[in-house]
């Protein structure tokens, strides 16, 4: 039972988890569960399938905007129901996991290529919060021989544009850095916009909050702005708002506001479609029209059903 | 000797005051240059209009986004290049002040009446970074009777939206707070928003940096957004383009960035006529074409030129 509890904790580090992407998260999801899986090949069937479900219902609702982490979830549950034997579970599950990561790893290199085109030679590319996909297509491009400056923001109250910022010069790539206010003064000098997704469906994307602002802004300016995105993003209308119940403690913001203010901390944020110009997948340029096409044969577990 | 040097720490604490709006810093200039004249009384007059010009170029240059205190030095100047003795220049100076402060209060005031109608009852009302003209008018609509809550964001790297936070909730005003990312989010329930200026010229209103996005989101959401600003912020194009002066360290903003991150602190920024709803100003709702009215006959004192 020892095992068990420290994973308890690794889920409550994931929920605490605020300058990670989602792919970067449903890899540390991985962790977890195959943790589970390791530590509990001893119990019964059935007890091992209910821990793996509590486990799984925890991690999807520690982290509500985070789709890779559903699908990850969905499919481990999927995969071991249909055997009977605890050694089954431990192996089929562990595929499972294994697969998805593997999926995970080569939709981020196909993205990176397929990205390749609308980075511009030594030009200014605006990236947005902390997003491992467009990490990875950017220091691509860099491995590819692009020359090109990339600038970011701080994304308060985390500040995971710190994480972006350091993990680029670390590869090699000339970095501008500013604090979020100055979005549309350091925006209007570049010639294009990234940022990534952590939850997709038809009414649009969801981001860590300031995405819409950065649309925005892109928008007025004529800047192009691409979301960098795996299909494991996608989700139904009803599983992407419960990005809306990610609400953290307001003292996070302001831990000595006076009695009469109200402290907002909201991390997540809806992007329509038509706010961006294009959502770059490992399918391709995708449209809000071709999501029907991936939940069209979507089972979801019951332990993770909204 | 030693009077004056104290005042030129004085300059050097307007030139950190990143929280205060232009009307404040005008305010806080006037005692500067009234402590100049009564430490300096006993200079010669012409030494001592030197010592005056000295010490208004200084204030000019170290807040080259305020105009106030550039049109207050400048009228004090004026005023005293006309008389000769030591006695009358402290006099014609001190009177110039005070009429200045004089001034400031009168429109503040009458900004506040002419922008009660814009201030719904029951609603939500946002209002950024920090404009003493913003907060008084705030405070005069619930001094009113008006019962509405005020939405403000923390305005990074000054953190001055903190101050109009406390100072609104001191004044009975409710108050939600949130960081500067969740502008959008907070925005969209809002049914008006409001901002200062620092500086008002042909090409647009100069304001905190974050007042274009602000501008961008209100009119993509459909926002009314005013500026709230006496007619001492119109200055000539040439002048009003100095606020690019404004840059502070990098460190500032991120005191440990690694060596291949450049960081940029800039302070404002120009939001054209066309983003905003209304400039309401002590002499009514006043459009980018009665600018040169104002401007038409200013004369500009030679150690205050461009």
Not at 163 to 182: Q, R, W
Request: include cysteine; glycine fraction near 6%; charge should be negative.
């Amino acid at each position: 039972m020892q095992q068990l509890q420290d994973l308890d904790e690794l889920v409550a580090s994931i929920k605490d988890d605020l300058t990670s992407g989602a792919a970067e998260i449903a890899l540390r999801a991985i962790v977890v569960l195959q943790g589970v899986l390791d530590a509990s090949a001893n119990l019964p069937p059935e007890r091992l399938k209910d821990k793996l479900a509590e486990v799984c219902a925890a991690l999807v609702s520690c982290q509500p905007a985070m789709a890779p982490v559903f699908q990850l979830c969905n499919k481990v549950l999927l995969a071991v129901r249909a055997v009977n034997s605890s050694v089954e579970i431990v192996e089929v599950g562990s595929k499972s996991l294994s697969d998805f990561e593997g999926h995970l790893c080569t939709s981020a290199e196909t993205i990176a290529n397929r990205a390749l085109e609308y980075i511009p030679y030594g030009e200014l590319v605006f990236a947005y919060s902390f997003s491992s996909t467009v990490l990875s297509a950017l220091l691509h491009a860099r491995s590819c021989g692009k020359v090109f400056r990339v600038v970011c923001t701080e994304s308060r109250p985390s500040m995971e544009g710190r994480k972006l910022a350091t993990l680029l010069s670390d590869g090699g790539i000339e970095v501008v850095h500013t604090f979020d206010t100055a979005l549309a003064l350091v925006l209007s000098e570049c010639a294009v916009a990234f940022m990534g997704a952590d939850v997709i469906g038809k009414p649009g994307l969801v981001n860590k909050v300031g995405s819409y602002p950065l649309a925005c802004i892109c928008k007025e300016l004529g800047i192009p702005l691409f979301s960098l995105a795996g299909t494991e993003k996608f989700v139904t209308e009803e599983r992407l708002m419960e990005f809306e119940k990610h609400e953290r403690p307001g003292a996070e913001v302001w831990d000595e506001a006076p009695p009469g203010v109200q402290v907002l901390n909201l991390q997540f944020e809806l992007v329509p479609f038509s706010m961006i110009s294009g959502l770059i997948t490992e399918d391709g340029m995708l449209q809000q029209s071709d999501i029907d096409r991936y939940l069209a044969n979507q089972q979801v577990h019951e332990a993770l059903r909204v």
